[in-house]
């Protein structure tokens, strides 16, 4: 299973550094379980501090927005070969708050996912729908709009880096923050539907598939047995290092 710990802009600078290096052979210890792999978003100003800390460990790094340009006069904006530089391997793109406060488009998220695949990161493509509209129909058109030109730069890119692992991360507005979740037989429709509609359109992809939006150490173990299901993006409680430790573990020990 993978789990990915969003910190977004949570804590400070100090408290950024703190968190990850006063638990770093815990989470080393959690990045060695069987079948586990752990990666941290970390804000971009303390990413290469901690990836030169946690050098010799199993953690991976994520970036969690990159720019859509490869390089020029694009002021405050971050390029996949500098997020690359300071240690990540994977970056996430399209996530609701960047749709919804920094008004990025399907188009706009194509061009990141694009950036990212020139220099061979490895995208975390967040998709979801921006309100609930109540019928899973509705849901899985608007799934298929975020996805349909995303998958046809995936198809393109799969024949440059076969090896490359990409992850597409459910995470409906409604469930991010809010301490809602959606329900086992609906995750497993969507997912369902994910993979059928990433098989007809880039078949030979290595996508793994995440479910994000209030995870918690409770509601996991509603997910234990969920189809489909490779992973979680983790919000609010990845910032508390037991409660993800204990997400971790929850997730995946009998
Ligand atoms: P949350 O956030 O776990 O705090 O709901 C998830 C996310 O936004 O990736």
């Not at 995936?154 to 809602?180: D, F, M, Q, R, V």
């Not at 918690?216 to 919000?235: A, V």
Request: charged share 15%; with cysteine.
């Amino acid at each position: 299973m993978i789990f990915i710990a969003n910190w977004k802009m949570y804590l400070p600078f100090d408290e950024t550094i703190s968190l990850a290096t006063k638990n770093l052979d815990a989470f080393n210890k959690l990045a060695q379980l069987p079948n586990t792999t752990i990666i941290i978003a970390p804000t971009i100003p303390t990413t290469y501090t901690l990836t030169q800390i946690f050098k010799t460990t199993k953690i991976q790094w994520a970036a969690q927005d990159c720019s859509e340009h490869i390089i020029g006069a694009f002021t405050g904006q971050i390029s996949a070969e500098t997020i690359k530089t300071v240690g990540c391997s994977a970056c996430i793109i399209g996530h609701h708050e960047r749709r919804k406060y920094n008004g990025e488009t399907n188009q706009t998220i194509s061009r990141k996912l694009e950036a990212l695949l020139e220099a061979n990161l490895s995208p975390i493509i967040c998709i979801g729908e921006e309100t609930n509209p109540g019928t899973l129909g509705a849901t899985l058109q608007v799934l298929e709009e975020q996805l349909t030109s995303l998958c046809s730069i995936l198809k393109k890119y799969t024949l440059k880096y076969p090896e490359l692992t990409h992850a597409i991360a459910y995470e409906p507005a409604w469930a991010i923050g809010s301490g809602n979740v959606p329900d086992n037989v609906y995750l497993e429709n969507i997912f369902s539907w994910i993979t059928t509609f990433l098989q007809k359109t880039c078949p030979a992809t290595n996508v793994n598939l995440l479910y994000g939006g209030s995870i918690s150490s409770k509601n996991i173990l509603l997910f234990k047995n969920t189809k489909f299901l490779n992973g979680f993006l983790i919000g609010k409680a990845s910032t508390d290092f037991q409660e993800f430790e204990k997400i971790v573990k929850n997730s995946i020990l009998e």
